[in-house]
Structure formats: structure tokens, C-alpha cells
């Protein structure tokens, strides 16, 4: 049973540092086939050595220009995802981001008819499966593919609880149990994608775990 200087804790974590990804880039994440083709193509913008600030900034730009789904990236010229890409400041790897991101495009629409919850249909509730589906896109490996499902767990109940190695980290980092069905147990269902979120800031942000830590003194 969890007790409440971890409640606390956890919601001193969601208070600071909470928040997905997917919602900094203004994706309404649904089980729907464009905010989910949305999530992946941020995935894969923030799989390169690049700040997740900027990626955030490319998948914004990327859904501005109209590669809202699978269907509307492909549709967009090599030099149309180029250029979005440049406005959101993603530039060291723009050409060949833009390549990827066309073929992963013409990939979802040939194996899954551009609606990424066959995805979660043909994983038939197994994560393994899951992720070495969407590491068959190119650009995703396995870190990807966990900050998908990390992610995706907020409208896929079946992946709850979902704490990959990072969120961990920024649990044991702010004197919180590691394990996924103890931090499950600190904050309700909706909101554990966002408060795994907040661990993975506080595990590469020492500053923001001192001022949960500092606050839970």
C-alpha cells in the first residue's frame, strides 16, 4: 500500500513535471488513426540526437503543413516536409528526417491502412509484440518504441502500467518505489502516462528533481 509521502510525492511530480509529449505538441492523443499517426511520427522525430524541445517543435510544424495522418505526410512533398521540419529548428538531420518520415508514411499506409490501431489489434494485448511492431518503422528501435507505449498507455488501458527504464530512473532519483505496479498505485489511471512523463524529465533534469525533493523536505 502505498503511503503518503509517495502520494505526495507523485503529485508534486505531476504538479512540476507532469505532462506528455504528446500534449506539449498539441496532439489530442485518441484512439484514433490520425492523433496516433501523430504520436509516432513524434517518436520518431525524438529518436535522433536532438533536444525533445525541438522535436516537439518539428511535429508541430509537420502537422501545421498537413501530416496529420499517414495519408497527409505522404501526400506532402519531400521539400514541404524539409521546410516544416527548418521552421521547427530540426535541421541537423532534416533531409533525411524527411526521407523517413515519407517512407514510414507509405509503411503505415501498405501494412495498416494508415490506422495505427491495428497495431494494438494484431499485438492481441502482448507488449512485446507491440513494440517490435513499431520497431519495424524505420527511425524507431526500442527506446522509441517504449516512449510510445509510454505514451500510448493513456488510451490504451491494456499497456497500464507502462514504466519504461527512464521513468524508473526518475522515480529512485526522487525517493519513489521503481517497480511499475507500485508507481501505478500513486496516481489514477488517466494520469500515469503523464506522471511517467514528468519521471523521464526529472531523471535528465537534476534541478527538477531537487525542487520535487526539495518541496517533499
Same mark, same amino acid.
Given at each position: 500500500?502505498?503511503?503518503?509521502?509517495? +502520494?505526495?510525492?507523485?503529485?508534486?511530480?505531476?504538479?512540476?513535471?507532469?505532462?506528455?509529449?504528446? &500534449?506539449?505538441?498539441?496532439?489530442?492523443?485518441?484512439?484514433?488513426?490520425?492523433?496516433?499517426?501523430?504520436?509516432?511520427?513524434?517518436?520518431?522525430?525524438?529518436?535522433?540526437?536532438?533536444?525533445?524541445?525541438?522535436?516537439?517543435?518539428?511535429?508541430?510544424?509537420?502537422?501545421?503543413?498537413?501530416?496529420?495522418?499517414?495519408?497527409?505526410?505522404?501526400?506532402?512533398?519531400?521539400?514541404?516536409?524539409?521546410?516544416?521540419?527548418?521552421?521547427?529548428?530540426?535541421?541537423?538531420?532534416?533531409?533525411?528526417?524527411?526521407? &523517413?518520415?515519407?517512407?514510414?508514411?507509405?509503411?503505415?499506409?501498405?501494412?495498416?491502412?494508415?490506422?495505427?490501431?491495428?497495431?494494438?489489434?494484431?499485438?492481441?494485448? +502482448? &507488449?512485446?509484440?507491440?513494440?517490435?511492431?513499431?520497431?519495424?518503422?524505420?527511425?524507431?528501435?526500442?527506446?522509441?518504441?517504449?516512449?510510445?507505449?509510454?505514451?500510448?498507455?493513456?488510451?490504451?488501458?491494456?499497456?497500464?502500467?507502462?514504466?519504461? +527504464?527512464?521513468?524508473?530512473?526518475?522515480?529512485?532519483?526522487?525517493?519513489?518505489?521503481?517497480?511499475?505496479?507500485?508507481?501505478?498505485?500513486?496516481?489514477?489511471?488517466?494520469?500515469?502516462?503523464?506522471?511517467?512523463?514528468?519521471?523521464?524529465?526529472?531523471?535528465?533534469?537534476?534541478?527538477?528533481?531537487?525542487?520535487?525533493?526539495?518541496?517533499?523536505?
Amino acid at each position: 500500500m502505498a503511503g503518503k509521502r509517495e +502520494k505526495d510525492t507523485a503529485r508534486r511530480v505531476l504538479d512540476e513535471a507532469g505532462g506528455t509529449m504528446a &500534449r506539449e505538441a498539441g496532439i489530442g492523443l485518441a484512439d484514433r488513426p490520425a492523433p496516433l499517426w501523430q504520436l509516432l511520427v513524434l517518436v520518431n522525430l525524438v529518436s535522433a540526437r536532438i533536444s525533445a524541445d525541438i522535436a516537439v517543435a518539428a511535429a508541430r510544424e509537420l502537422n501545421e503543413a498537413g501530416g496529420t495522418t499517414a495519408e497527409g505526410m505522404a501526400e506532402l512533398t519531400w521539400q514541404q516536409r524539409v521546410d516544416a521540419l527548418g521552421r521547427g529548428h530540426y535541421v541537423r538531420y532534416d533531409e533525411s528526417t524527411a526521407t &523517413r518520415l515519407g517512407e514510414c508514411a507509405e509503411f503505415a499506409r501498405e501494412r495498416y491502412g494508415g490506422d495505427l490501431r491495428r497495431l494494438a489489434e494484431e499485438a492481441e494485448g +502482448k &507488449r512485446t509484440r507491440l513494440t517490435k511492431a513499431l520497431q519495424e518503422f524505420k527511425g524507431v528501435g526500442p527506446t522509441g518504441a517504449d516512449i510510445f507505449c509510454r505514451e500510448a498507455q493513456q488510451v490504451w488501458p491494456w499497456l497500464r502500467p507502462y514504466v519504461d +527504464k527512464l521513468a524508473r530512473k526518475g522515480a529512485d532519483r526522487v525517493g519513489l518505489p521503481t517497480s511499475a505496479e507500485e508507481l501505478a498505485e500513486l496516481v489514477g489511471g488517466d494520469d500515469l502516462a503523464a506522471f511517467c512523463a514528468g519521471l523521464v524529465r526529472i531523471a535528465r533534469e537534476r534541478d527538477l528533481a531537487e525542487k520535487v525533493t526539495a518541496q517533499a523536505a
